[in-house]
Structure formats: structure tokens, C-alpha cells
């Protein structure tokens, strides 16, 4: 392993851990999530989401986070807040002041980069039917089947920093112009991380029902 490939594991640890500091102080209706007291999941899906941006992108996130922990700010807690908008408009109606005013250029960038992460997923699920039910719904229309895949997209990149949120769509958009789904990419991390082959070993065990 290179110096390089070295220090961005060591930044990707860094985003993790701070990650699931601020996870274990979110408070949801109905007391701790389940998913709170899962640390291997956590580290699988939030590693396989880092493994598909640029190292500046990484560095910016963590400069986001580092920000928020001097400002008292809890990100994830914020990311939830965000999508009850759609899941829990009532209670979203509660605590809408209470969280950060997104900037109009900042809510265009985050629906350029919701856009193009649908688009992707919307392949996937042509491609890897089976893998992909296992998953989130795709549009913000179907958050009454459990939040979608663009909803909580939408609710995370609103906690990103304007300058984390264009260096995440220079890369997304490049990718896209270039035919690429870093979606693709990033799925086939996680699988791996989960023992599986490949991809396509993991939609093939999906489709016959057991793992």
C-alpha cells in the first residue's frame, strides 16, 4: 500500500469514527434505533459510500465535521431532522427552526447531486433487481414504504458544506458525463466488505432468497 492509498484510509477511520460519535448521541421518537448498536454495519456502509469520493472531497467532509463538533452542531442528528420533511412532516414542522438554513446555492447543488445518484440508482435496480429490493425505495414518493433513497440523500448532503457538496458533484458529474454509476462502484465495495464475490454474487444469492 502507497503513502497515499495509506493516508486516505487513515482519513476514511477518522470520518467513521467521528460519524458514529455523532450517531450514538442521535435521540429518535420511540428511544435508541437498533441500528445505533450495530458498529460493523455502520462502518460497511458508510466506507463503501467514501470509497467512490475524491481525497479532497474526504478532507472537506472532515473539515465539516471537525466545524461541527466546535460549533456544538450534531450533523446527524441534523441529516434525520432534514428528512422528516417528507417522512414525518408534522413533527419536521416542530423542529424545522431548530436546524441550519440551507442557501439557495446550496440546496442547487444538493438537488444536481440527488438528481444524478437516483439516475444511478435507477439503474441498478434494472441491473440488479433482486439486490436492489433489499434496499431503500428510490423516490421521495414511495417514503410511506420506508425512506427513500432520495429523500435521505437529500437530508445528508443538506449537512454538507457548500465547498464538500461541489467537490462531490464535480466528481459525480464527470463520472456521469463519462458514463460511469459510482453507484455501481460503491455497492460493489460494500458487497465485498460483506463477504460476498462480487456484485453479481450478491444478486444472484438475493434472487434465490437466502444468503
Same mark, same amino acid.
Given at each position: ?21 455523532? #450517531? ?25 459510500? #467514501? ?79 433482486? #439486490? ?80
Amino acid at each position: 500500500m502507497t503513502q497515499a492509498q495509506t493516508d486516505r484510509e487513515q482519513l476514511i477511520d477518522s470520518l467513521v469514527g467521528a460519524e458514529w460519535a455523532f #450517531f450514538q448521541n442521535v435521540n429518535n421518537v420511540g428511544g435508541r434505533a437498533s441500528c445505533q448498536d450495530m458498529p460493523q454495519t455502520f462502518s460497511v456502509m458508510r466506507r463503501s459510500q #467514501f470509497a467512490i469520493w475524491t481525497d479532497e472531497a474526504l478532507a472537506s467532509y472532515q473539515a465539516d465535521l471537525d466545524r461541527a463538533l466546535v460549533e456544538g452542531r450534531n450533523p446527524l442528528a441534523e441529516k434525520y431532522g432534514y428528512m422528516m420533511e417528507s417522512t414525518h412532516p408534522d413533527e419536521y414542522a416542530q423542529i424545522k427552526g431548530d436546524l441550519p438554513a440551507v442557501s439557495p446555492q446550496k440546496a442547487e447543488l444538493v438537488e444536481k447531486i440527488v438528481a444524478i445518484q437516483v439516475g444511478w440508482a435507477t439503474e441498478m435496480a434494472q441491473r440488479y433487481p433482486h #439486490f436492489m429490493r433489499h434496499g431503500r425505495p428510490l423516490h421521495t414518493s414511495d417514503d410511506r414504504l420506508g425512506t427513500s433513497i432520495e429523500t435521505y440523500s437529500r437530508g445528508e448532503l443538506k449537512t454538507y458544506s457548500e465547498a464538500t457538496l461541489q467537490l462531490i458533484y464535480q466528481r459525480f458529474s464527470e463520472a456521469q458525463a463519462e458514463g460511469v454509476n459510482l453507484q455501481e462502484q460503491s455497492d460493489e465495495a460494500q458487497v465485498r466488505m460483506l463477504g460476498y464475490a462480487s456484485l453479481a454474487a450478491a444478486e444472484k444469492t438475493a434472487a434465490s432468497g437466502s444468503r
